[in-house]
């Protein structure tokens, strides 16, 4: 298999951690673990002949080599390659599972995402609002926050990076939060549980600010608002889904098919030796969309 791209995901930088994980921690001198799509250039499978456009666990590399265990057909005709990373890949079905399931969400609810100019937020979004939401947008920087509401059509954007979200988010939630999708963890984690309603669910996608953090950090201060208004946080993993991710992209195509979703990518383009510099564009959030390392240079 010839990769042409490569997935760039924040987890990356928690898997390079020698710590218990959901995943064993990638060892040094060991193949990057990284999603990617590409190109079968040799097989002896009858289920992926020479030619078939493929997703799978095929790590930082210009070519892989599998038995097929884990491997997905894409249709390239459904949507261009770097899509099936994003909207159509493990960041569209984090956020599909994350809101359908973990989330509970209902039309009507009061949906907050942060991360949300990224690829699962992004995508968490538009979902929230073709299931009748209001959807709250938390990004860094103007742009970003104008993608939300102008290309998005999300009903408000929070920049966190200006002024206090504590005060922006009683105007953009009048009512009170439902639904918390959180990507980024601390600070505005903490802001967003001051103002959850009874019965409201914190889904923990991710924690993007603390994953260079040398030291534990603090948990939220606000944590007894989940006690006050009776409302649950849990944790989700989107490996727990694999039986049902025909049934998330299924949904995610449908929509994309009619229009009804946005998928962005950025693509760096360059080599596997681009890689690190690559991974640190998601730390500066210099990425709007799903992040996609497009190789170039793949001889
Ligand atoms: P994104 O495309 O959202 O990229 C990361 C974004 O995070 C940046 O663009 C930046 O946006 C923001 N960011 C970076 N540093 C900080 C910070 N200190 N504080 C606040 N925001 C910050 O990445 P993904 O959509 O791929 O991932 C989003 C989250 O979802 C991550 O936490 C990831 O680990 C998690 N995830 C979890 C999965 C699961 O199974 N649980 C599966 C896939 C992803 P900005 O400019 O707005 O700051």
Redesign the pocket.
């Given at each position: 298999m010839r990769t042409s791209h490569i997935s760039i995901?924040?987890?990356m930088r928690r898997w390079l951690n020698d710590v218990r994980s959901y995943v064993p921690p990638v060892g040094i001198g060991e193949v990057m673990r990284a999603h990617a799509v590409g190109e079968v250039t040799a097989s002896r499978h009858p289920d992926f002949p020479v030619g078939t456009h493929v997703f799978g666990d095929f790590g930082v590399a210009e070519y892989a080599e599998s038995d097929g265990e884990g491997v997905t057909v894409i249709d390239p005709a459904l949507a261009p390659a770097p899509v099936w990373l994003g909207a159509l890949g493990?960041?569209g079905m984090?956020a599909y599972f994350g809101l359908t399931d973990v989330g509970g969400l209902r039309p009507g609810d009061t949906l907050v995402i942060?991360?949300?100019?990224?690829?699962?937020?992004s995508i968490a979004g538009q979902i929230g609002k073709l299931m009748g939401c209001r959807v709250i947008g938390i990004?860094?920087?103007p742009d970003?926050c104008a993608w939300l509401t102008d290309e998005l059509g999300f009903d408000a954007a929070i920049d966190?990076k200006r002024g206090s979200i504590d005060a922006a988010l009683r105007t953009a939630a009048p009512d009170g939060v439902d639904v918390y999708f959180d990507?980024?963890g601390?600070d505005?984690l903490d802001s967003v549980l001051g103002q959850i309603n009874v019965f409201a669910r914190v889904v923990l996608?991710?924690?993007?600010?603390q994953y260079n953090a040398e030291s534990p950090s603090p948990g939220p201060s606000r944590y007894l608002s989940l006690l006050v208004r009776r409302a649950k946080m849990q944790g989700?993993?989107?490996?727990d889904y694999t039986d049902r991710y025909p049934e998330a992209v299924a949904a995610l195509s449908n929509w994309l098919r009619r229009g009804g979703l946005i998928a962005r990518t950025h693509l760096a383009d360059g080599g596997i030796e681009d890689f690190g510099d690559t991974l640190n564009l998601?730390?500066d959030?210099?990425?709007t969309?799903?992040?996609v390392l497009q190789l170039t240079h793949n001889p």
């Open positions: 995901d924040p987890a493990l960041p984090t942060s991360g949300a100019a990224g690829a699962v937020g990004a860094g920087g970003k966190y990507n980024v601390g505005i996608c991710g924690a993007i600010s989700l993993i989107i490996f998601l730390f959030g210099a990425n969309g799903k992040l």
